[in-house]
């Protein structure tokens, strides 16, 4: 008999402890998740369209610049109305293309002006651009 009543109170007392650490560990995963949630609603959204010209810019030279073989010294980036025009020196050109290709995949990015050129050939030409006074000139 005396058997039997230390196993029901072992029995009684792991389901109480089982019991206690289910509650805990509900209450745990609860202010887990309620953290979670705070961090997410303060964290910046990265992938917006609200972002400005500047932003994409650093967002085009973080993606093309990524490898680490990467000719950063002679590449500038700049973004007007959401185009990222790429000028300067690149070795050959798969990188010429891989750099166009990258500024590419920056969400935000509506067209990419690659006008970066290898060593000994002449520098792209981008589009003139002119003032709206001198659209209506005769």
């Known amino acids: 008999m005396r058997t039997v009543l230390t196993l029901a109170v072992g029995a009684a007392a792991a389901g109480a402890a089982a019991a206690y650490l289910n509650r805990n560990r ?25 972002a400005d010209d500047q932003t994409l810019a650093d967002r085009v030279k973080s993606e093309i610049f990524r490898a680490p073989d990467a000719p950063k010294g002679g590449v500038s980036v700049d973004v007007q109305a959401g185009v990222a ?12 293309e891989r750099f166009g290709t990258d500024a590419r995949k920056v969400h935000g990015i509506s067209g990419v002006k690659n006008l970066l050129h290898t060593p000994g050939t002449p520098t792209p030409e981008a589009e003139p651009r002119f003032l709206a006074s001198e659209q209506f000139r005769s």
């Open 85 to 96: 025009y790429l000028r300067g020196e690149v070795p050959d050109t798969q990188w010429v």
């Open 26 to 50: 509900k209450q745990v995963k609860r202010t887990t998740n309620t953290m979670k949630g705070a961090v997410h609603a303060v964290t910046p959204k990265f992938g917006s369209d609200d």
